[in-house]
T-cell receptor, first 113, second 113 residues
Framework: NAGVTQTPKFQVLKTGQSMTLQCAQD?????MSWYRQDPGMGLRLIHY???????DQGEVPNGYNVSRSTTEDFPLRLLSAAPSQTSVYFC????????????FGPGTRLTVT | SQQGEEDPQALSIQEGENATMNCSYK?????LQWYRQNSGRGLVHLIL?????REKHSGRLRVTLDTSKKSSSLLITASRAADTASYFC?????????????FGQGTRLTINP
């Protein structure tokens, strides 16, 4: 199993550009989520999904869009990039329900100039 | 907002010594989890302790949970150079079965040979 994969690893955007961060998992996990990590801080939840066709907002959803058309994929869209969105983005997946460990991807480092 | 606060922010010890990290949180939780992050990598799940558990062991790791004080500690015994990483606590307080983790800011642990 590849686990959780993310592409790209690095990306530089200009302010106002849009892009999609890709996330895929091959563990048949119902739950997937996106976090951002800023320097010296822990991860903050952006959006999450408990299954195909179902998404919901986390702590910091503004400026981001998600969709979940399949169990495997959970792309994160930046609609109009801003310098405040410069961060490292992590995708995670797990089985639905409490007490399940989350599996994290390697991250995408995004810089917005 | 960050629910978990970790202490210390940084810890440097000699190989072979024990390392203790503390985490405090603010609300009632379903469980508390500890993750490790090596530099430039994603997070790796270490251990999960449920709200009705007080202590849990996994190899060289020992986690305690005191729900009356809303605090947890992670003890790594007989530290090794490979334990050098950042350690994060994360709390799950969701009541909907979707695990929305709230992370602390992390403790940066350095093991000196």
């Amino acid at each position: 199993n590849a686990g959780v994969t993310q592409t790209p690893k690095f990306q530089v955007l200009k302010t106002g550009q849009s892009m999609t961060l890709q996330c895929a998992q091959d563990m048949n996990h119902e739950y997937m989520s996106w976090y951002r990590q800023d320097p010296g801080m822990g991860l903050r939840l952006i959006h999450y999904s408990v299954g195909a066709g179902i998404t919901d907002q986390g702590e910091v959803p503004n400026g981001y869009n998600v969709s979940r058309s399949t169990t495997e994929d959970f792309p994160l869209r930046l609609l109009s990039a801003a310098p405040s969105q410069t961060s490292v983005y992590f995708c995670a997946s797990s089985l639905v329900g409490s007490s399940n460990e989350q599996y994290f991807g390697p991250g995408t480092r995004l810089t917005v100039t | 907002s960050q629910q978990g606060e970790e202490d210390p922010q940084a810890l440097s010890i000699q190989e072979g010594e024990n390392a203790t990290m503390n985490c405090s949180y603010k609300t009632s939780i379903n469980n508390l989890q500890w993750y490790r992050q090596n530099s430039g990598r994603g997070l790796v799940h270490l251990i999960l302790i449920r709200s009705n558990e007080r202590e849990k062991h996994s190899g060289r790791l020992r986690v305690t949970l005191d729900t009356s004080k809303k605090s947890s500690s992670l003890l790594i015994t007989a530290s090794r150079a490979a334990d050098t990483a950042s350690y994060f606590c994360a709390t799950d307080a969701s009541d909907q079965g979707a695990q929305k983790l709230v992370f602390g800011q992390g403790t940066r642990l350095t093991i000196n040979p």
